[in-house]
């Protein structure tokens, strides 16, 4: 047996690790920075693939090539008008120097610290040079829809200076020559939410209700109004209808009696005798029943048919 065989392979063991150790591979995403007892050493390492260093003495640090997000704490921040709100925002940055980035920042963590206090403090700024309106519009773009009726004139909304998205870049613009210095670029920053804080928001939606309850009174007062015309109006036509009907069968009636009246005329002309015995007779038959008594004098003209028929 040979005795070397042993040494051999601690050899090669001890070879395979310092190649190990002395190699280390950057992906697509990432970027390296190589540190010798903790201080930056060579260009930064951009290129994807294998690339070497001193093992043990030298250490390779990543970091992201890619888009990384920054999602800030909602802030109570004051307004120009001296409206107190909840505002909530988001950024994207990246690492375009990751030398500059390791020596000012180390690593993310400290990144996303740095960011908290730059951001935090430029969106504070911008809101306070601002009123709420140009916080919360973006143009002077008017309502296409209005609440009021056709014959009422819509709602025009107070024009603004700047809007939201100018207010954003303001933000950006300023926040991006602060971050910079870090190695940092800025990519975007948005208002994820605005918000009035607990106290106000009573008041203002007390405020809404108050507005959209006189609206809606408006238009109860508009309905009751126009229910009283369509009722007068109803009236007024059973009025004329009825008056008109009652007119009609007046003259029916004037006109019934008339005939009537010249019947009875041509009837007695013709025979008047004749005429006062069937009167007799229809009064007899009005007036006499078995339960009637009467009490007449001799004399009476209602008996006259009945004493003397011929």
Known sequence: ????????????????????????????????????????????VIEPGLHFKLPFIQRANMFEKRFLEWDGFPNQVPTRDRRFIWVDTYARWRITDPLLFFQRLRDERGAQSRLDDILDGET???????????????????????????????????????????????????AGSAVAELGIELLDLQFKRINYIADVQQDVFARMIAERQRIAE??????RGESARIQGERERDLAQIQSAAFRTAEE???????????????????????????????????????????????????????????
């Open 1 to 44: 047996m040979n005795t070397s065989q042993p040494f051999v392979v601690v050899g090669l063991l001890i070879g395979l690790f310092l190649i190990g150790s002395s190699v280390y591979t950057v992906s697509e995403v990432n970027q390296a920075i190589i540190t010798q007892f903790g201080e930056p050493v060579g260009e930064p």
């Open 218 to 223: 408006e238009f109860r007062s508009e309905g």
């Open 252 to 310: 029916i009636r004037g006109t019934a009696d008339a005939e009537a009246t010249q019947v009875y005329a041509e009837a007695y002309g013709s025979d008047a005798g004749f005429y006062a015995f069937t009167k007799s007779l229809e009064t007899y038959e009005r007036t006499m029943d078995p339960d009637t008594f009467f009490i007449l004098g001799t004399n009476s003209e209602l008996l006259r048919f009945l004493e003397n028929p011929r």
């Open 124 to 174: 504070r700024n911008a809101v306070a040079r601002h009123d709420l309106i140009e916080i919360v519009r973006s143009t002077n773009r008017q309502p296409e829809n209005s609440n009021r009726t056709g014959d009422e004139e819509a709602e025009v909304l107070e024009a603004i200076a700047t809007g939201r998205q100018q207010i954003t870049g303001e933000i950006l613009e300023a």
